[in-house]
């Protein structure tokens, strides 16, 4: 499984990737959002973890512009931003899962394969009949 993690903090993001990894997970960083939307350009991640306050491009700007790729990565939004409005509206912005900081690292990891096991999304069949 291929990871993003979107993190300004670099000490966290650091921390984090590393325990992502000793759980066998392939991590990528991006401390910004513009770097994270570069990367998501030239690397199909299975998900995405996204803060939402990012120097440069807003975390909900890049979870907006990754939802709207042909095939979207699964975003869990791991922020600071922890109430329940904060979390109803990342969710309504295409987040898959969002999780507040503090958080546990087995949570975190449990999250990540909870979401590996989610069917990906479903292409609508097209029909062809005749010239139609």
């Known amino acids: 499984m291929r990871i ?3 993190e300004d903090e670099v000490a966290l993001a650091d921390v984090v990737a590393r325990g992502l990894r000793q759980a066998n997970l ?3 960083v991006a401390h910004d959002g513009e770097s994270a939307l ?6 199909r991640y299975d998900v995405v ?3 939402r306050q990012l120097p440069d491009i807003m975390g909900d700007e890049v979870c907006r512009r990754l939802v709207a790729l042909e095939q979207p990565p699964r975003i869990l939004m791991l922020t600071a931003a ?10 309504a ?7 507040p900081k503090p958080f ?11 979401l590996q096991r989610r069917p990906s999304v479903a292409t609508r069949p097209i029909l062809t009949v005749g010239d139609l």
Not at 93 to 99: C, E, K, R
């Open 38 to 43: 570069e990367k998501a350009e030239v690397t």
């Open 26 to 28: 392939a991590v990528d």
């Open 82 to 91: 922890g109430d329940i409005a904060s979390r109803v509206e990342g969710l």
């Open 93 to 99: 912005l295409g987040a898959d899962d969002y999780l």
């Open 49 to 51: 973890l996204l803060d």
């Open 104 to 114: 546990a690292l087995a949570e975190l990891v449990a999250r990540i394969q909870a």
């Open 4 to 6: 993003l993690m979107v």
